[in-house]
């Protein structure tokens, strides 16, 4: 097969330009040329791979796969979720500006709410147009009990995904399905007058990683045949019907070491007469879908690390919600909990 010139440009000088292009093009909507040049041959794309660093240390998403990593450390990486309640599909975006409900934000994820008999599932893809289990896009998917009260989060294996082109990715394969994280809202005693009460079971993640100094697993690629592990983390620890079983969230032998996050408990103010909680401006629209999660004193970390806002969430207007998160959890994660908050809860409301 005959090779592009571009292909056969000088290593040293091919790095230079492919530096300069991730440098000058900071922001989106320009850094689509940074994704481009990832699509034009294979030595492109290692070397731009090589080149662009993960949201942990540039704070910014770029190719698909950051949509699986951490976060930004110490600082809140901002994006928003419209919702399409006539097709009952949820989009995340890439926040450009602070007025998240009129901006053309950079789209991230696709999630499709499908109703079963004794669950609710929510298929995520990053494709927009092909939201559903049979396409090459799918990347996971958030699973409810019968009565919305508990949650699991799956991601895929055995499939392969193209960096860049959506059109030009592997053809349609079956692929396994495992858990990740789990969530799970408490009984409410004062009904529709309270705030919900949640945890989140992130099996992934290390406690520790909400410290100074704390690692998260980093993937580096989409799952293929074989399961991405980190020497002392494994990537998947748990099993599917663990949360069912599970009637709150104790610090037992089965998830220590293991970071649980908990939602921040909200005040009450007199003069308004509502529960309150400062998402900074973030969250402009009282609803019981609002929350911010801390890390959960059960995960044994310090109490400032306990105070720090790991992801929040908050209604700003008709049908549309900022999500902003940081590390340790992903854009993925993050984006799965949240859409826990928009199922209904029959027991908890």
Sequence with gaps: MKQSCWANMPPELLRDVLMRIEASEDTWPARKHVVACAGVCRSWREIMKEIVKSPEVSGKLTLPISLKQPGPRDSLLQCYIKRNRSNQT??????????????????????????????????????????????????????????????????????????????????????????????????????????????????????????????????????????????????????????????????????????????????????????????NGRVTVASVKNFQLVASRKSGVSEQAQENVILQFGKVGKDVFTMDYQYPISAFEAFAICLSSFDTKIACE
């Design 90 to 279: 949820y989009y995340l975006f890439l926040g450009l500006n602070q007025a998240a409900s009129t901006d053309d934000g950079k789209f991230l994820l696709a999630a499709r709410k499908c109703r079963r008999p004794t669950h609710t599932d929510y298929i995520i893809s990053l494709n927009s147009d092909d939201v559903s289990r049979g396409s090459s896009t799918y990347i996971g998917k958030l699973r409810s009990n019968f009565l919305g009260t508990k949650f699991t989060v799956y991601v895929t294996k055995s499939r392969s995904t193209r960096l860049v082109s959506l059109k030009q990715v592997s053809p349609r394969v079956p692929a396994g399905n495992y858990p990740i994280a789990h969530v799970s809202y408490d009984l409410n005693v004062l009904g529709s007058r309270g705030p919900r009460i949640m945890h989140c079971v992130m099996d992934a993640i290390p406690a520790s990683a909400v410290e100074p100094g704390g690692v998260a697993p980093t993937q580096t690629q989409f799952l293929h045949s074989r399961i991405d592990t980190s020497p002392s983390i494994p990537f998947f620890r748990s099993k599917s019907t663990r949360m069912e079983n599970l009637q709150s969230v104790p610090m037992t032998s089965q998830n220590k070491g293991i970071l649980v996050l908990q939602n921040k408990s909200p005040r009450w103010h007199e003069q308004l007469q509502c529960w309150c909680l400062n998402f």
